[in-house]
């Protein structure tokens, strides 16, 4: 079955020192991933997804086949990264592309 | 641009009623969506639809129901509201049909409480 596992669930750093929020996916076929934020009383959104290699906001994912992992890092926090991290497979089902999330990682940068 | 707009923000319930959470889009988005968050949980999807008059159960649709007569709308049913219920439920949208047109797009949140 599909599954996204984020195995933790609080992760503290402080402001400046590197941060990487792990995610690990089961997938029989070629994943798509994504990683999702919500930021307090905010709602979710995408931060980034590994199809576009793309950096946002200092943020990287590579997708590490081998490892099945698409672990988010970031080399040095900043107090504005504090908020719940989503990381999330999507696979076609149905003719359409469903989406499956993990349990979410929520992040604290202290300054 | 109002994207994704679910109403209500907060509801309280009694435990046997029964509600409908409201959500609409304005991009045109073919795939909806309805999930939970809980504490520790995550994101669980309860039901989705891919177009106009067709939906499908997500991975925990019992005590929902869901219709869409229209691409715009998506609305989510509680018909006996029991307080297993009480949770954040998050409506998303996305164009769907394509990996690349997969990013989902989210409302608000409505934080539902049953007593």
């Known amino acids: 079955a599909q599954r996204v596992t984020q195995p933790e669930k609080l992760l503290s750093v402080f402001k400046g020192a590197p941060v990487e929020l792990k995610c690990n996916y089961s997938?029989?076929?070629?994943?798509?991933l994504f990683w999702y934020v919500q930021y307090s009383r905010q709602r979710l959104q995408l931060l980034l997804r590994?199809?576009s290699r793309e950096s946002i906001k200092g943020f990287t994912a590579d997708l590490n086949k081998g490892e099945t992992s698409f672990h988010l890092k970031k080399p040095f926090a900043q107090e504005e990264d504090s908020a719940m991290y989503y990381c999330?497979?999507?696979?076609?089902?149905?003719?359409?592309?469903?989406?499956?999330f993990g349990k979410g990682t929520k992040l604290t940068v202290n300054p | 641009n109002a994207g994704v707009t679910q109403t209500p923000k907060f509801q309280v319930l009694k435990t046997g009623q029964s509600m409908t959470l409201q959500c609409a889009q304005d991009?045109?988005?073919?795939?909806m969506s309805w999930y939970r968050q809980d504490p520790g949980m995550g994101l669980r999807l309860i039901h989705y639809?891919?177009?106009?008059?067709?939906?499908d159960q997500g991975e925990v649709p019992n005590g929902y129901n869901v219709s869409r007569s229209t691409t715009e709308d998506f609305p989510l049913r509680l018909l006996s509201a029991a307080p297993s219920q009480t949770s954040v439920y998050f409506c998303?949208?996305?164009?769907?049909?394509?990996?690349?047109?997969?990013?989902?797009?989210f409302g608000q949140g409505t934080r539902l409480t049953v007593v």
């Open positions: 998303a949208s996305s164009y769907g049909g394509s990996v690349l047109n997969t990013e989902a797009f």
């Open positions: 997938y029989s076929g070629s994943p798509e």
């Open positions: 590994h199809i």
């Open positions: 999330a497979l999507s696979f076609p089902q149905g003719g359409s592309e469903k989406l499956v």
């Open positions: 991009m045109n988005h073919e795939y």
């Open positions: 639809s891919v177009g106009a008059g067709i939906t």
